[in-house]
Nanobody, 124 residues
């Protein structure tokens, strides 16, 4: 089963930065791409970014140029560096194993169950 743990959220002013972490097992990072999702109050969960085991990445239009996804294979951790944050980035952020097609087509087919996520709040 794919089990990942998110951390790094917090409260930040608009224009600020945060770095989220997604920790998992070596097996997970070898077998799946890793995707970051977010869910704002009253909205559906949406895919934000993903990275494959060979380093291919995808960014949604709303975060392109502001967010950077990366992985540290030695630590079995994927990061989401979020810069120039906006109030509309406020959401609970989740990570999950996703199919490799994510990096090519931006399709976030996820595997496993959702963790607790990490809250990101951007004040104006």
């Amino acid at each position: 089963e794919v089990q990942l743990v998110e951390s790094g959220g917090g409260l930040v002013q608009a224009g600020g930065s945060l770095r989220l972490s997604c920790a998992g097992s070596r097996l997970t990072f070898h077998d799946y791409a890793i995707g970051w999702f977010r869910q704002a109050p009253g909205k559906e969960r949406e895919g934000v970014s993903c990275i494959t085991s060979d380093g291919s990445v995808y960014y949604g239009d709303s975060v392109k140029g502001r967010f950077t996804i990366s992985s540290d294979n030695d630590k079995n951790t994927v990061y989401l560096q979020m810069n120039t944050l906006k109030p509309e980035d406020t959401a609970v952020y989740y990570c999950a194993g996703v199919a490799d097609v994510c990096a090519r087509l931006g399709i976030f087919k996820y595997f496993g169950s959702w963790g607790q996520g990490t809250q990101v709040t951007v004040s104006s």
